[in-house]
């Protein structure tokens, strides 16, 4: 999707202009995909607007930092401060807000120490992810997800979306919207940018964190719902045929928020290819709290002062 600029980024504490946010050609970055990132949205709600569950994304942030030895000097409070001062700022919702944390000018090499680490916040329009409202068609990927030891999947660092890209690429390539990589051991693992859930017998099933899948924060959302609704949600590895054999299947994630999977390598889900009445469910039940039509009873919401 085409980027829509807007006034400001925040760069290090400042507001600046966002013709301002640039890097040199010879940052650690650029050469090294030595950074992580975070992507948000903002909603709007009646009278306003509101961003999901900004204190969990950008702990999120934090955390991958942490793990690529990244020390960033900002809080978790002032990091949720900086975007709700930047959306407000620029006026925008609803918005995607994408955090950045990268290792700047400074040093050539594979040892990242002495370049400096450098903080961006950027938000602008966007949509809907996947097209359709009827489902996604996707398929398996021949690409596989990154295996144990080798890159940290819990970290949402810009290096494992190289990964993202070869899938995304061969799906759209071959027809498909979107595609499913497994992991190492040909378990199921997840989308190029979003989790994987399937529905069997009236029981939810999403892959461990184990699988070379993401914490992901609207995973975790809709496990909640679930389970607030009185459903079962089990977490265990799952092999490929389950996809075939699902009754339901849906994507979930910051840009896929709750989208239906219509068919996976041709295989229309539930024999039918329309969405379940779980997923729907569940949708609805996410976008009535975000779009403020439901009380937002987990205090997922943290409000800014940016009208519609």
């Not at 940052?27 to 969990?56: D, N, W």
Request: charge should be negative.
């Amino acid at each position: 999707m085409r980027i829509q600029q807007t006034a400001k980024i925040w760069h290090n504490g400042q507001l600046i202009d966002w013709e301002k946010a640039t890097l040199h050609v010879m940052s650690h970055v650029v050469h090294y995909g030595s950074s992580v990132f975070e992507g948000i949205r903002c909603y709007t709600q009646p009278g306003g607007a509101a961003i999901f569950r900004l204190p969990e994304h950008m702990q999120r942030l934090l955390d991958s930092a942490r793990i690529y030895r990244m020390e960033v000097p900002y809080t978790l409070d002032e990091l949720c401060t900086a975007v709700t001062d930047l959306v407000e700022a620029n006026g925008i919702a609803p918005s995607y807000i994408r955090p950045i944390v990268l290792r700047g000018y400074g040093e050539i090499g594979v040892n990242p120490v002495g370049a400096p680490v450098e903080v961006y916040i950027a938000n602008m329009p966007w949509g809907k992810y996947l097209p359709g409202q009827e489902g996604a068609d996707v398929c398996v990927s021949s690409w596989t997800r990154l295996a144990p030891n080798t890159m940290p999947t819990l970290a949402k660092a810009g290096a494992n979306y190289m990964n993202s890209q070869l899938i995304h690429m061969e799906a759209k390539m071959n027809g498909y919207q979107e595609g499913i990589a497994l992991d190492v051991n040909g378990l199921l693992s997840e989308g190029s940018g979003e989790n994987v859930f399937l529905v069997r017998n009236g029981v939810i099933y999403t892959t461990p964190l184990a699988h070379s899948v993401l914490s992901g924060i609207t995973r975790d959302s809709v496990m909640t719902l679930a389970r607030h609704l009185g459903l079962t949600v089990v977490e265990q590895a799952l092999p490929r045929e389950m996809l075939y054999v699902a009754d339901e299947v849906f994507f979930t994630g910051t840009a896929a928020e709750v989208t239906p999977i219509r068919s996976v390598d041709k295989i229309l889900v539930g024999g039918d290819g329309k969405p379940g009445e779980i997923t729907q469910k569940l949708a609805a039940e996410y976008f009535a709290i975000v779009n403020g039509t439901k009380p937002d009873r987990f205090g997922w919401l943290t409000p800014v002062k940016v009208k519609a």
